[in-house]
C-alpha cells in the first residue's frame, strides 16, 4: 500500500509548501504537487499521473478536498476513478474517507459547498464587471492587434497571410481587422 499525496494551489505566486509539508506529515510516501486552476482537471498533469499509478489497496490524501476539484462532476469522476484501482481517497483537515459510508457522504457535501464557492466567487466578479460597465469604468481588455497597421500594410500590398506573419497574429483577425471591426 502506498500513500500518494496530491497538493495543488491556483496561480503561480501561491505557495505548496503549507499543503506538502502537511501531507508529508500525514505519512505519504510520494507528494506531488501543481499550479493549476481546480475548476477542471484539464492540464492536472501531476493529478493524472497519481491516478495512473494507483493500485489496490493505495490511498491518495489531500490536505482540503478543494484542493482536488471545484466541480461536483470532477469530483465524482476522480472518486470513481480511485474506486476502480481499488483505492481509497482521505483528507488531512477534513474527515473524509472514502472507504467508509460517512467519509463519502462527508465528500459529497464538501465537493456540493466547494463548486457552490466557485460559482459565487464568478457571480461576484460578473457583478463587478456590470457595475464597473455602468459606471463606466470598465471597458474590458484593450486591443491587442494595430487595426491601423493592418490596414496600412494592406495598402501596402501585403496578403493577409503575410500580414498576420509579420505580426504575429491569425489571419481570422487580420480579416476582422479588415473588415472594419476592431480586433480584441
Do not use: H, W
Not at 20 to 33: D, F, M, P, T
Not at 109 to 122: H, I, K, P
Amino acid at each position: 500500500m502506498t500513500v500518494f499525496g496530491y497538493a495543488r494551489v491556483s496561480t503561480t505566486d501561491q505557495n505548496l509548501e503549507i499543503q506538502e509539508a502537511a501531507l508529508r506529515a500525514a505519512g505519504c510516501e510520494v507528494v506531488r504537487s501543481e499550479k493549476r486552476s481546480g475548476t477542471t482537471t484539464t492540464g492536472r498533469t501531476e493529478l493524472q499521473t497519481i491516478l495512473e499509478f494507483l493500485r489496490s489497496g493505495d490511498v491518495l490524501m489531500v490536505t482540503r478536498i478543494d484542493r482536488l476539484a471545484r466541480s461536483i462532476g470532477d469530483l465524482q469522476d476522480i472518486v470513481r476513478a480511485v474506486r476502480a484501482k481499488g483505492a481509497s481517497l482521505k483528507a488531512t483537515e477534513q474527515p473524509i474517507d472514502t472507504s467508509t459510508a460517512a467519509g463519502k457522504a462527508f465528500l459529497d457535501m464538501l465537493g456540493v459547498f466547494a463548486e457552490f464557492e466557485t460559482n459565487l466567487r464568478r457571480e461576484r466578479q460578473l457583478e463587478g464587471i456590470a457595475k464597473a460597465k455602468a459606471s463606466g469604468v470598465y471597458k474590458g481588455r484593450k486591443p491587442s492587434i494595430d487595426v491601423e497597421q493592418v490596414r496600412a500594410m494592406k495598402a501596402q500590398g501585403f496578403g493577409p497571410a503575410a500580414i498576420a506573419k509579420a505580426l504575429k497574429i491569425g489571419r481570422a483577425s487580420v480579416y476582422r481587422a479588415l473588415e472594419g471591426g476592431s480586433q480584441t
